[in-house]
DNA sequence: ATACTCATGTAAGAAGTTACATGATTAC
DNA sequence: GTAATCATGTAACTTCTTACATGAGTAT
């Protein structure tokens, strides 16, 4: 029974007890989004996969008359947990528009470069201040699991950097581009 | 006609001069592919739907008796690729096996964690290897078009900082954690 | 009343990878 | 002669998103 990557981020959310599908994608969206998304396409069939498979038991709790189900690891989910844990990552994804749109800058003669790296900037911004957000709103024991926010962190620190890149390569194309070159190339043949 | 992400690198690669299917996966394995890959079952289909639409034209350039077919940019491709070059980048993904790994290595007790982090610097130093090999190899001319050896200088400098991030992270989890934490937090209800 | 949130799901389709197939040419 | 590279392609499959549908409870 092979399991999606995602199916995984499902087990991993149920690590701390039992959760609905609602309250995952919950989670998800204000934790490992910015490096894992879900949706709820992914996340519901998934977890009958994962009820079929014995890696996951769900039972009704209705939630203030609303009806609902919570899902738990079983002693196999658990153990499936742990063994993905022990493999290496492998999987290191990423797609982005904005670089694209810096390497062929050249097609429009270059002059969309300094818009595309303040394109750019913005977007890494907007999810510094989403992050920051969450780290407001968080209230996590830490000494529990403080892996959570050690990742939050990464994320801050990450999209800072990004942004503080795309301010210097701006200056860098609108002092000349110089800077930008290495100091020999065509002429270091021999 | 609505044109897949990866139809845009096609019409990029195309920007300096017609190239076949087979030139622009190797370009795109040694630029684009740490920050956008693309394989033969996205390139062959799409070069044909671009053709399709007028956006490029193939013509037949055996090169020394192997039979072989070139396309390049019409004057309709060129304007879509610089229209899409105006808009504002929006799509930037991620999907890193390391991070979650890290972000759920209490379910095994924070065992896992330093590896975790030992093996995603690998990674990322596995990376730096690849990109230093481009930069060695590579001979642009960076008058005519200094935006990829731009983006190259990206990819590295991003690459190392996540090693160092690695390394502090590393330190500080073997130095009990204590580090990682905000100055207050539980007892910041107040 | 009505708008919002909670809650669960499915169908269609886009996007992309992997694996396979084929065949010619070139380098050793 | 044989291994590697050049070159093009397809089929099956996985993964994932988007959009839609439904319905109930809660807040104003």
């Known amino acids: ?98 670089l694209l749109k810096l390497f062929f800058a050249e097609a429009a003669d270059g002059r969309r470069a300094v818009e595309i790296l303040e394109a750019k900037r913005r977007i890494h911004e907007r999810k510094l201040e989403q992050l920051r957000a969450v780290e407001r709103d968080a209230s996590v024991d830490l000494d529990a699991d403080p892996y959570p926010y050690l990742v939050l962190r990464y994320g801050l620190a990450f999209n800072e950097w990004i942004v503080d890149w795309c301010e210097r390569a701006k200056a860098e194309l609108e002092a000349g581009g110089e800077a930008a070159k290495p100091r020999r190339r065509k002429s270091d043949a021999r």
Chains 1, 2 share one sequence.
């Open 1 to 98: 029974m092979e399991l999606s990557p995602t199916a995984y981020v499902i087990l991993g959310m149920l690590r701390h007890g039992a959760r609905s599908g609602y309250e995952i994608k919950q989670v998800v969206d204000n934790s490992t989004r910015f490096f894992w998304a879900a949706s709820y396409g992914q996340i519901y069939p998934d977890l009958r996969k994962l009820a079929k498979a014995g890696l996951v038991a769900g039972e009704p709790k209705p939630q203030g008359g609303r009806k609902r189900t919570v899902y738990r690891l079983t002693a196999a989910g658990r153990r499936t947990l742990r063994d993905w844990l022990a493999e290496e990552p492998e999987l290191l994804e990423l797609r982005d528009e904005g």
